[in-house]
């Protein structure tokens, strides 16, 4: 039996409920209710938090069905290749009304052996910021593995955590091991390997959503540790109407388009599926005889059998984002 045609999906938001989270998901995107929700999954393969689709004849499926029927057509030969029949990105956008524990994450190797599961690399987009938002990232001077126990058996971690001021637009790249926290009044989009590996050094002595103090994983984190100073920032210049590198990783490309009129976009080159947010404005997503219209806050999944992306808008930023495959 032939199966039905892929087109551009879109998947219902999975919305979570943070200590630190706020009201800026539901009030600038219509994601859900007001309340602490901190994070919208737009698309995810974590285990008990995969997407459903929301549009279309697959409309209420899991991805992961998806995934097991069209493979490569959906991801990419290579991408398959690589990770099978696994989603390896996870998107999401943030609110953090306040801040969020200081933390960081694993690479590959180590999340394989002590989690069975993907590292966390990631990128941040800045969306918005409220008056003298930061992000924390690394150390603010010189530091060790034992400078840094002082300091944390002393309870100054604080005092050595390099804080930066941030504003929309901005972007960062978040390697494994570095320590790192969004800061109260940041509004981002995060694109990151499938993976739900966190550990927190800190936590503001602030008990979570049910009252007690949440776990801190420090003893887990000092093997993961990066000392160096960090170099998160990335540097790049929006251009209209042209597609713009922000990020390459082995992990993800993602590219910035600042569009004030319609393009087209060829896919013939790259072997993966390609993921559009929308950061500003709205645009028409069309391909393979479909269409499907995106507001600021929205995310789409084109598949990887895609060969031409119709971009209709008179004003819109979309990140660009797929598996690089020259890695």
Not at 74 to 85: E, H, K, Q, S, W
């Amino acid at each position: 039996m032939k199966l039905p045609s892929l087109y551009p999906l879109k998947f219902r938001p999975q919305l979570m409920e943070k200590v630190w989270g706020g009201n800026q998901l539901a009030e600038r995107f219509g994601k859900g209710a007001k309340g602490s929700i901190g994070e919208s999954w737009e698309i995810s393969d974590v285990q008990d938090h995969v997407s459903i689709v929301d549009n279309g004849i697959f409309e209420g499926r899991p991805l992961t069905e998806l995934l097991e029927l069209y493979g490569s057509e959906l991801l990419g030969v290579g991408v398959a290749d690589r990770f099978g029949t696994t989603f390896p990105l996870l998107f999401k956008i943030i609110d953090a009304r306040e801040d969020l524990s200081v933390q960081l994450h694993p690479g590959d190797a180590l999340a394989k052996e002590r989690h069975n599961s993907f590292g966390k690399t990631e990128m941040w987009y800045i969306l918005h910021t409220e008056k003298d938002a930061r992000l924390i990232m690394g150390f603010n001077r010189e530091m060790d593995k034992e400078t840094y126990q002082n300091y944390l058996s002393e309870k100054r971690i604080t005092s050595i955590l390099h804080s930066e001021k941030v504003k929309a637009g901005d972007a960062f790249f978040i390697a494994p091991g570095t320590v790192h926290a969004i800061g109260a009044g940041v509004l981002l989009a995060e694109i990151q390997q499938t993976s739900d590996i966190t550990y927190r050094i800190y936590d503001w002595n602030r008990p979570g959503i049910d009252g007690h103090m949440r776990e801190l994983h420090t003893e887990l984190a000092l093997d993961v540790i990066d000392f160096n100073p960090s170099n998160a920032k990335l540097q790049f210049t929006e251009k209209e109407n042209e597609a713009v590198d922000i990020c390459r990783s082995a992990y993800f490309v993602t590219t910035s388009l600042k569009l004030t009129q319609d393009i087209q976009r060829d896919m013939t080159s790259i072997d993966s599926f390609v993921v559009y947010m929308c950061v500003d404005g709205e645009a028409v997503i069309g391909c393979e005889g479909s269409s499907e219209a995106l507001k600021i806050g929205d995310t789409i999944l084109i598949p990887a059998c895609t060969t031409q992306v119709n971009i209709e808008t008179k004003g819109a930023t979309l990140l660009e984002v797929y598996v690089p495959s020259d890695i």
